[in-house]
């Protein structure tokens, strides 16, 4: 390719009419990437070198711009440089020596290495197939063991330490220096990934769910560590310069896979890392090579490519390529050709040379080229296969995680190359495409593992893959610990705090929201805004409040909160805002308390998990409100919000204009019918949808409580509307309250009537309940009661709870749950509205005896106002009366042709095309 452009070049250069004329022009830079005048080169090359040598490294470079910014005065297209050579980034020269005791570490790294292994094919020969991982761990070991050694804190004085987001597939390695260091049994070592046992054991990958007092980070769905640790980063800065935590020095430390990489999460937001300076935030990129099918880029190098993107976003990149044992042959070799070999090879290559071992290496590397072969003709094959990568290279590791915390003006990344399946052989994958599947080893490959890494143990126990258990006060294991104690503790550990922070303020505090908006017609939004403005100016909770916001709060009307609390900006303000004049200007502030995180719904959602799971990370309470489009929130970034409630995250996902009939005009893409569905299927999850101002308040009210007081671990997710209209005032009946809790109250009872039917509606939907009951009473003589149902997935989880307590206790007195009481003390059939699909009422259909019927907005939304959007999706008022006459002529109650005739009169056609499907 090279060769072909040079020629390419050189007839373009001479003027050559030759075929290539028709060929698209080559540019600039690749003709000036040829060299046609060497010796001229060399000139310049050795007088740039003399500068160097006597006037700095400053002069040399400041001399490169002024030749850069000549070169594009004059036009010439200089090409974007953004790799380094295929080296370390760290000179040789340059290098500290490793500190500690090398030796001791090596021998605890073995024993770590072992167990990590011995742990899966242990579990795989009792129970095959319960899976578990052994070559990601076996690449990330000199990778994490150097950190655990020297670099992740504990603890920071009074403060918690480091936060380590580490990849899920190594959770063996993590387990068996927990092992170690006697965090956890052997009991556990023998049951991982056996949960349920009356010895329970090890969760398979980290959960905050499942481990509480281990695990910090739900990491193993790819792409959600990187981007939450960018917003973890942002987030300790926002906590510092608001002045609610002490400015430490404590950092984020994200291990990835390369191939994890590929993932647009991952790297979706590193700009926003170098734009805020996170020098608190490092990424050790694991290269391995390999994903879990094949090479992650056979054809090319991944590393090269991801230097590129992290330095062309404007992250401090550190490569650590090669092992010390290649510095001596790179020093020795004159000719250039061992890092033209380097840079040559693809990743596809340097795979197949770890597979096949050190004669393979000398004949396809070093045999390329003679003076190479010539460079490793002291080296036997066995010395070739194992010249070690950069991550393979403590000390190489080492240099590059104090470059990197010592790095002060952004984040660094740190891209280690390393070798998947790293000493387990043919049979443990070492190298080969099938490594991160495999997860049994042959007995001679675990004898030669254990001989490998100076394991003391009979072959009879290396074969069978027992657990290394090392004598207790034996120096290894005093070693670990003095490490670690000096380090400031154990990690990862997860310790919330015990006590909340935060108090619940009394209902009455909402009296704004329990008395009614009057005459005045306001909508859900608004009356959720009204309450956040409150919660906000109220100094005993108001500071713990983080306002999320993906660029949507005029959308909201929520654009008064930027004047009143002030946007983040770690830089301030640089600039007069156009609109500084007027009271509500767009003020950006070092103290800002609203994240307006722009179109990002999967930022937003890592900054409302930093913030929500702060009283674990950092011991303090954060109160995040995150308000978003309903429909960009649970189908977008549902794995984020899944990964919350697995990290027992706190606070309110806000899902604004919802409602697939109640936003109008915007369409398909836009009306949101089935969030409700999703966030039900979270367990941690509370949603509701209310109607009115005052239920809003009574929800937010108790789940502050429910959160921060109680220390429950849940979240809300709540939908609020653009729809307009009175809110009513709190009825005086004092069971309103639980009702709305608890998802279901009456809110207008009919005036007693012979035929009598249930009209139960949800969010702006109550309101055409409420019209429907007039219709009946006043055209049909039908008298119906009104029922507000704030929360179907609530009432089915009781009802859920109290049916396994029945089922399991078949000789006792059966219970009731809270909706089939309340339905029991009704009468007649029962119709449901919901601005949501039809299942969301349906959850409560198993108890209420055949009773409802759900009118719903399933299918695709359309754009139209409100009233022909009810009528399409057949929820307005018309519809449940329709509903209403149609179940009671079918019980005998209500006469069916005055029925039918009743729908023309409501405007309803019954051969409509369903618009479920429409
Ligand atoms: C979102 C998601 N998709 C797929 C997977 C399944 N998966 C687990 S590990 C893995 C490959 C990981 O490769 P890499 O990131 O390079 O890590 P390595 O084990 O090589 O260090 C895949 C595809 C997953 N865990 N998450
Ligand atoms: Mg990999």
């Given at each position: 390719?090279?060769?072909q452009i040079?020629?390419?070049?050189?007839?373009?250069?001479?003027g050559?009419t030759?075929?290539l004329?028709?060929?698209?022009?080559i540019p600039?830079?690749?003709?000036?990437s040829?060299?046609?005048?060497p010796?001229?080169?060399?000139e310049?090359?050795?007088a740039w070198?003399q500068?160097?040598?006597?006037?700095?490294p400053?002069?040399a470079s400041?001399?490169?711009n002024?030749l850069?910014?000549r070169?594009h005065s004059?036009?010439?297209?200089?090409?974007?440089k953004?790799?380094t050579?295929?080296?370390n980034t760290?000179?040789?020269?340059?290098?500290?020596?490793?500190?500690?005791n090398?030796?001791?570490?090596?021998?605890?790294?073995?024993?770590i290495?072992w167990?990590a292994m011995?742990?899966?094919?242990?579990?795989n020969?009792?129970?095959?197939g319960?899976?578990?991982?052994?070559?990601?761990?076996?690449s990330?070991?000199?990778l994490?063991?150097?950190?655990?050694n020297?670099?992740?804190?504990g603890?920071i004085g009074?403060?918690?330490g480091?936060?380590l987001?580490?990849q899920g597939?190594a959770?063996p390695?993590?387990?068996?220096?927990?092992?170690l260091e006697?965090?956890?049994?052997?009991?556990?070592?023998?049951?991982?990934r056996?949960?349920?046992?009356?010895n329970?054991?090890l969760?398979?990958?980290?959960?905050?769910?499942?481990?509480p007092d281990?695990?910090?980070f739900?990491?193993?769905s790819?792409?959600l560590?990187?981007?939450?640790?960018?917003?973890?980063?942002?987030?300790m800065r926002y906590?510092?310069?608001?002045?609610?935590?002490p400015?430490t020095d404590?950092?984020?430390?994200a291990?990835?896979?390369?191939?994890?990489?590929d993932?647009?999460?991952s790297?979706?937001s590193?700009t926003?890392a170098?734009r805020?300076?996170l020098?608190?935030l490092?990424?050790?990129i694991?290269c391995?090579?390999?994903r879990l099918?094949?090479p992650?880029?056979g054809?090319?190098?991944?590393i090269q490519?991801l230097?590129?993107a992290?330095?062309?976003?404007g992250?401090n990149v550190?490569?650590?390529?090669?092992?010390g044992?290649w510095?001596d042959?790179?020093a020795?070799?004159?000719?250039g050709l061992l890092?033209?070999?380097?840079?040559?090879c693809v990743?596809?290559?340097?795979?197949?040379f770890?597979?096949?071992?050190?004669?393979?290496?000398?004949?396809?590397f070093?045999?390329?080229y003679?003076?190479l072969l010539?460079?490793?003709e002291h080296?036997?094959?066995?010395d070739?296969g194992?010249?070690h990568r950069?991550?393979?290279?403590p000390r190489k590791v080492y240099?590059a995680y104090?470059a990197a915390?010592e790095?002060e003006?952004?984040?660094t990344?740190?891209?280690?190359k390393?070798?998947?399946?790293?000493?387990?052989?043919?049979?443990?994958g070492e190298?080969?495409n099938l490594a991160?599947?495999?997860?049994?080893?042959?007995?001679?490959d675990?004898?030669?593992?254990?001989?490998?890494?100076g394991?003391q143990?009979?072959?009879?126990q290396a074969?069978?893959a027992?657990f290394?258990?090392?004598?207790d006060?034996c120096p290894?294991?005093?070693y670990?610990h003095?490490r670690?104690?000096a380090l400031?503790?154990?990690l990862?550990?997860?310790?919330?705090?015990?006590?909340?922070?935060?108090?619940?303020?009394?209902l009455?505090f909402?009296?704004e929201q329990l008395?009614?908006?009057g005459d005045?017609e306001?909508s859900?939004?608004?009356?959720?805004v009204?309450?956040l403005?409150q919660l906000?100016?109220?100094p005993a909770i108001?500071?713990r409040i983080?306002?999320?916001?993906p660029?949507?709060?005029?959308?909201?009307?929520?654009?008064?909160l930027?004047r009143?609390v002030g946007?983040?900006?770690?830089?301030g303000?640089l600039?007069?805002?156009?609109?500084?004049d007027?009271?509500?200007?767009?003020k950006?502030?070092?103290d800002?308390?609203?994240?307006e995180?722009?179109i990002?719904?999967?930022?937003?959602m890592a900054s409302?998990?930093a913030a929500?799971t702060?009283?674990?990370?950092?011991?303090i309470d954060m109160?995040?409100?995150?308000?978003y489009?309903?429909?960009f929130g649970?189908?977008?970034?549902?794995?984020?919000?899944?990964?919350?409630?697995d990290?027992?995250?706190?606070?309110?996902?806000m899902?604004?204009?919802a409602?697939?009939t109640?936003?109008?005009?915007?369409?398909?893409q836009?009306?949101d019918?089935?969030?409700?569905v999703?966030?039900?299927?979270?367990p941690?999850?509370?949603?509701?949808d209310?109607?009115?101002?005052y239920e809003l308040?009574?929800?937010?009210?108790d789940?502050?409580r429910?959160?921060?007081?109680?220390?429950e671990?849940?979240?809300?997710y709540?939908?609020?509307?653009n729809?307009?209209?009175t809110?009513?005032?709190?009825?005086e009946?004092?069971?309103?309250?639980?009702?709305?809790?608890?998802?279901i109250?009456?809110f207008k009872?009919?005036s007693?009537g012979?035929?009598k039917v249930?009209?139960?509606?949800?969010g702006?939907?109550?309101?055409e309940?409420?019209?429907?009951q007039?219709i009946?009473?006043?055209q049909?003589?039908?008298s119906a009661?009104?029922?507000?149902v704030?929360?179907y997935?609530?009432?089915?989880?009781e009802?859920?709870?109290?049916?396994?307590?029945?089922?399991l206790?078949p000789?006792?007195?059966?219970?009731?749950?809270?909706?089939?009481t309340?339905?029991?003390?009704?009468?007649?059939?029962?119709?449901?509205?919901t601005?949501?699909m039809?299942?969301?009422?349906?959850?409560?259909?198993?108890?209420?005896g055949?009773?409802l019927?759900s009118?719903?907005?399933?299918g695709?939304?359309?754009?139209?106002n409100?009233?022909?959007l009810?009528?399409?999706?057949?929820?307005?008022?018309?519809s449940i009366?329709a509903?209403?006459?149609?179940?009671?002529?079918r019980?005998?109650?209500f006469?069916?042709k005055?029925?039918?005739?009743?729908?023309?009169?409501?405007?309803?056609d019954?051969?409509k095309?369903?618009?479920?499907?429409?």
């Amino acid at each position: 390719m090279g060769d072909q452009i040079a020629m390419q070049a050189k007839s373009k250069l001479a003027g050559e009419t030759s075929e290539l004329a028709s060929e698209p022009a080559i540019p600039r830079h690749e003709l000036i990437s040829s060299d046609a005048d060497p010796q001229e080169t060399v000139e310049w090359l050795e007088a740039w070198d003399q500068i160097l040598d006597d006037k700095g490294p400053e002069r040399a470079s400041y001399l490169l711009n002024a030749l850069s910014s000549r070169a594009h005065s004059a036009g010439i297209d200089l090409p974007p440089k953004l790799n380094t050579p295929y080296l370390n980034t760290i000179r040789k020269e340059d290098e500290v020596p490793y500190p500690g005791n090398p030796a001791l570490e090596r021998r605890i790294k073995n024993m770590i290495r072992w167990n990590a292994m011995a742990m899966v094919v242990q579990q795989n020969k009792s129970d095959p197939g319960i899976g578990g991982h052994i070559a990601t761990y076996a690449s990330l070991a000199t990778l994490l063991e150097v950190g655990f050694n020297h670099f992740f804190r504990g603890s920071i004085g009074d403060q918690p330490g480091d936060l380590l987001y580490l990849q899920g597939h190594a959770a063996p390695g993590i387990y068996a220096r927990a092992f170690l260091e006697g965090r956890i049994s052997l009991k556990h070592l023998e049951n991982f990934r056996h949960e349920l046992r009356d010895n329970p054991g090890l969760s398979s990958y980290p959960h905050p769910w499942l481990m509480p007092d281990f695990w910090q980070f739900p990491t193993v769905s790819m792409g959600l560590g990187p981007l939450n640790a960018i917003y973890q980063a942002r987030f300790m800065r926002y906590l510092e310069n608001r002045g609610l935590l002490p400015v430490t020095d404590r950092k984020v430390w994200a291990f990835l896979g390369d191939g994890e990489m590929d993932e647009p999460e991952s790297m979706g937001s590193i700009t926003l890392a170098s734009r805020e300076r996170l020098d608190n935030l490092i990424f050790v990129i694991n290269c391995n090579l390999q994903r879990l099918d094949g090479p992650v880029r056979g054809n090319s190098s991944i590393i090269q490519e991801l230097e590129a993107a992290f330095r062309g976003a404007g992250w401090n990149v550190i490569k650590v390529i090669w092992g010390g044992d290649w510095d001596d042959l790179l020093a020795r070799d004159n000719s250039g050709l061992l890092l033209k070999r380097m840079e040559e090879c693809v990743d596809g290559e340097f795979q197949s040379f770890k597979a096949k071992g050190g004669a393979y290496i000398r004949e396809e590397f070093f045999g390329k080229y003679p003076q190479l072969l010539k460079l490793v003709e002291h080296l036997s094959d066995d010395d070739l296969g194992n010249l070690h990568r950069g991550g393979h290279d403590p000390r190489k590791v080492y240099n590059a995680y104090k470059a990197a915390i010592e790095y002060e003006h952004g984040p660094t990344v740190i891209l280690a190359k390393t070798v998947k399946g790293y000493g387990l052989g043919a049979s443990g994958g070492e190298g080969r495409n099938l490594a991160h599947q495999s997860k049994k080893m042959s007995e001679e490959d675990l004898e030669l593992f254990s001989e490998r890494f100076g394991l003391q143990m009979s072959d009879e126990q290396a074969k069978k893959a027992v657990f290394y258990l090392p004598e207790d006060g034996c120096p290894e294991i005093a070693y670990l610990h003095e490490r670690r104690q000096a380090l400031g503790g154990y990690l990862p550990a997860r310790v919330p705090l015990a006590e909340g922070q935060i108090k619940a303020p009394p209902l009455q505090f909402f009296k704004e929201q329990l008395q009614g908006s009057g005459d005045r017609e306001v909508s859900s939004t608004m009356a959720y805004v009204r309450i956040l403005t409150q919660l906000l100016k109220e100094p005993a909770i108001g500071p713990r409040i983080v306002p999320i916001i993906p660029d949507e709060a005029r959308t909201f009307g929520m654009e008064s909160l930027f004047r009143l609390v002030g946007i983040y900006a770690s830089q301030g303000q640089l600039y007069r805002p156009h609109d500084a004049d007027v009271f509500l200007y767009y003020k950006e502030a070092k103290d800002g308390q609203i994240l307006e995180e722009g179109i990002t719904e999967a930022g937003s959602m890592a900054s409302t998990t930093a913030a929500g799971t702060a009283y674990a990370n950092y011991r303090i309470d954060m109160l995040p409100f995150f308000t978003y489009y309903s429909m960009f929130g649970f189908q977008r970034i549902g794995d984020f919000i899944w990964a919350f409630a697995d990290a027992r995250g706190k606070g309110f996902l806000m899902g604004a204009t919802a409602g697939r009939t109640t936003l109008i005009g915007e369409g398909l893409q836009h009306q949101d019918g089935h969030s409700l569905v999703l966030a039900s299927t979270v367990p941690t999850c509370a949603s509701y949808d209310p109607a009115y101002a005052y239920e809003l308040a009574v929800i937010v009210q108790d789940g502050i409580r429910r959160m921060y007081e109680l220390r429950e671990d849940l979240f809300y997710y709540i939908t609020v509307y653009n729809e307009n209209y009175t809110m009513p005032p709190m009825p005086e009946d004092p069971a309103v309250p639980q009702g709305i809790l608890k998802g279901i109250y009456c809110f207008k009872a009919s005036s007693s009537g012979k035929t009598k039917v249930q009209l139960w509606g949800s969010g702006p939907m109550l309101n055409e309940a409420l019209r429907a009951q007039q219709i009946l009473n006043e055209q049909h003589k039908i008298s119906a009661d009104v029922w507000s149902v704030t929360s179907y997935s609530e009432l089915r989880r009781e009802a859920l709870s109290v049916e396994r307590w029945n089922r399991l206790h078949p000789a006792e007195a059966s219970r009731k749950s809270y909706v089939q009481t309340v339905a029991e003390n009704t009468e007649g059939p029962i119709i449901a509205a919901t601005d949501y699909m039809k299942i969301v009422p349906d959850q409560v259909a198993p108890w209420l005896g055949g009773r409802l019927t759900s009118l719903g907005t399933d299918g695709f939304g359309r754009s139209d106002n409100r009233e022909n959007l009810r009528r399409h999706f057949e929820v307005n008022a018309q519809s449940i009366v329709a509903a209403a006459l149609s179940e009671l002529s079918r019980l005998g109650k209500f006469n069916a042709k005055k029925a039918a005739q009743a729908f023309t009169e409501l405007g309803i056609d019954p051969e409509k095309k369903d618009p479920a499907i429409a």
